[in-house]
């Protein structure tokens, strides 16, 4: 043995493996040192027989021996795995030990993860995948920001120069949309239709299921008549028949060839049912006899930047308007804008996803900041168990492994019960969404749960996992052992309830931050509907009809279709009156004028906004509610064979006759200086496009005297409105049986609907700060309540010597209220900064409302002072014989 | 190590093995790979089942007067692994067989 240990000391090779096999997890290494003493042992015997022992065959050894280092590297991610399996099994066992614990912690995490994962799957869709078009990058939205035309869609003259000459865009694409009635097969039927040129598909290099897309001749003024249909136009109507190529259909009264059905998954701005060629009429266009408003989206070449477009489209439109005889109406201050279509579908949503992911994101991190006081306490109570565990030998980074692992271990599970929490919350969204709060986007988006989601939540669990995991582990990696062992049980000290109560005062300016939010929202929803609408949206039904063009385009036609109508819908049981209007209140204006005044020169009509004209049948003020201010109503006299009369608004009113009366005076409302019409009289104000707008300026003229086609009838009933759908629809059927009636629905449903953009901003923050308010109370109650448990004997003791009930309830409120107090003011200051950003979003009230932040922060006090008062009172009810033995 | 596929060097280890050669060492010299490829490798076909391990008896070391050995020995689903890969490695068959140049090593000691 002597001599074999003497010749070791020459054989560097075997002490280098020795020294080696000290990183070898300790399982393995006995077996491991043993095979490789074999192999260098064996080697050298062999090269010793050999006479080969020199100083080569000594290198070639050693070199031999480094292969030991490989392979004990190659062993390292045993020592993991192992460790790692028994501190897994070890966390396990403690979480399941401690069962409360662990479900308050795991509930937390899940609900703030669960969040943060369901409006992360609204950003995923909305903001970071492509438009689902090909190569959606070179796609641009094309509009004109204009001083004098309507800002936005751009007029067809341009549409068609900027298609003949630019050398920039790949192709240039026309977009409208129309209402049409289609009939034939079964009942009448309304529907939207997109108006396109034949260039809109291929542009967004959108394939056809059946068929094909429009050809350049069909896309001309007097073109065969065609229609491409929807996949669910084609599976509704059609019963998906696979023949269906070929066939007509009756699209306001004209027979149209279908030609192409869509796939399920096309979707562009809105949900359509059908869509016909554009056919733009160039010559009409060009020579001011009918020019067409076009919303128009291209797709740039290869290589060409957003601005070179905009630059040459500019050029185009500077050289046209330049050249253009003097009258044809001028367009000569709009500017053309490029867009990639992505931004402009996003639009203002971009801001509110901002918000929404900033308020989970805080909501998140006072899940965190909760979980870590709870383990905070639970490694106070576990302080003893960590000590003798370092005095058993644990080094700092084992201990630390192990609290770290029991984290991430509530984390994952938190993160798998917040992705069923966020599949269930993003399926609400998506519903509230169905008005389109989210914008147009949102018809394109498919919001859900994919991979990129499954990825956010795994990253943000274990984000989560290390962040409310450091602090504590930090902790109990260093425990004083002295103190720890001697203490006996008690643990804890006044710096690491510094620590828990840092964490308290964060939670409470993060909420109160979110509570700010939310609380701007619900003022600025009570101050909506405190306006006065102008009209009454109780009992009042609203159906539209919309007389077909060729059948009706004589005015007689479409006068003597509601003197039969109207009649029979008055008779109806439970109507009070029934009236008729082209654009009932909270719809889109649908015909305009420039109202001119007798006997005054007026700027060019181009100068000056249009002021909506309302065509209106006597009995509609009547039956929507809208008072009368001066003069009359109109009536049954008020027609076709009378004198022209007409109605203004107060607003109008005030703007055509400052300080007069508007009543006998003379006006003309579509903008000619000639055919004046006599003011009867002025009714009130009414909030048109929503509670939140402006009062606009309007005209009404009698429909007796000029009615269109679009119709709105309106109904004061005294039962039900929607009880009255089923018989409305069967008498306008008995007067035109291929009239649909449609968009049937009371004033109140258009009423919510024209706010369900507001409501759902509100429900979801509203939600959110809820959510953070009930995960800081239980915050304040877990830093009280350890609080109280802590300091039982000093409780004992104090009441030993006198103190009452109350002075210890004081005592432990105080110190809570008194922490709540400085997260307040820190929460609200940083609310001050922070609700800048919503100020679109609010109404009638300001962004730094008083009120505001001062109902904010007592209710915020209200719901601490409960989280304080309950384990205060706990602290009163001690015995203080009991308190006094507690060690 | 994924089942089922065989880099060429696992491969050659494993066709070593079968041939015969039943120790690191004698594996390295058949093959010409290092240590420090050879060892890890047949931890590796270890996990994946492909060979067992066992100590030689500490007797018959003894009696050698060398440390004692650890023997690698080719289970039946390496063998199916080293069919499926010989398919895609031909120059595996060139691999030699025991040769007893070896031999006489073992025997002196």
Sequence with gaps: MRQRGRKALARPWLWLVRLIGVIVPCRLRADWRQEWEADLQYREALLAEWDKLDRRGKLDLLWHSLGAFVDALWLQPRRLEDEMFQDLRFGLRMLLKDKAFTAVAVLTLSLGIGANTAIFSVVNAVLLRPLPFKSPQQLVWLEESADVSVNGPVPGPHFLEWGEQSRTLESLAGYNVEETTMTGAGEPEWLQCGVVTASFFPTLGAQFALGRNFLAAEDRPGGARVAVISYKLWQRRFNSDPNVIGRAITLNDQSHAIIGVLPPEFRFIQPLDLWTPMALDSQQERGNQRITLINVIARLKTGVSREQAQTELADILQRYEGAKPKNVMSFAGNRARVIPLHQQLVGDTRRLLFILFGAVGLILLIACANVANLMMARAAARGPEMAIRAALGAGRVRLMRQTLTESLLLAAVGGLCGLLLAYGLTKTIVSLNSAGALGQISNMARIGIDSSVLLFTLLVSLLTGVVFGLFPSLQTSRPDLNASLKEGGRGGGFHRGRARQSLMIAEVAMTITLLVGAGLLVRSFVNLFRVNPGFRAENVLTARLSLPYPRYEKGEDRLRFMRELLPRLAALPGVESVGAINHPPLTEFNFFGWPRVEGRQSAAIDREPATPIGQVTPDYFRAIGIPLLSGRYFNEGDNADAPRVLLLNEVLARKLFPGEDAVGKRVNPFGANKDYATVVGVIGDVRHSGLDQAVTPQVYIPYLQNGGGLITLVFHTQVDPLGLANAVRQQTLAVDPNLPVYEVMTMEQRLSDSVSSRRFNLLLLGAFALLALTLAAVGVYGVISYAVTRRTHEIGVRMALGARAADVLRLFVRQGMSLVAVGASIGLLVALALTRVMKSLLFGVSATDPLTFAGVASLLALVALAACYLPARRATKVDPMTALRHE | ?109
């Excluded at chain 2, 041939?19 to 060892?39: C, D, I, P, R």
């Excluded at chain 2, 069919?83 to 691999?95: G, M, N, S, Y």
């Design chain 2, 1 to 109: 190590m994924a089942k089922g596929y065989l880099s060429y060097t696992m491969a050659l280890i494993l066709q070593a093995l079968d041939n015969g050669y039943k120790y690191g060492l004698e594996v390295m010299t058949v093959t010409g790979l290092a240590s420090g490829t050879v060892y890890p490798a047949l931890r590796r076909l270890e996990d994946a089942g492909y060979v067992d391990s066992k100590w030689e008896r500490q007797s018959i070391a003894q009696a050698e007067q060398r440390p004692a050995r650890k023997y690698y020995e080719v289970t039946e689903e390496g063998r199916d692994a080293l069919a499926e890969a010989r398919k895609r490695f031909r120059l595996l068959d060139h691999l030699e067989q025991p040769a007893p140049k070896l031999k006489p090593a073992r025997g002196k000691g």
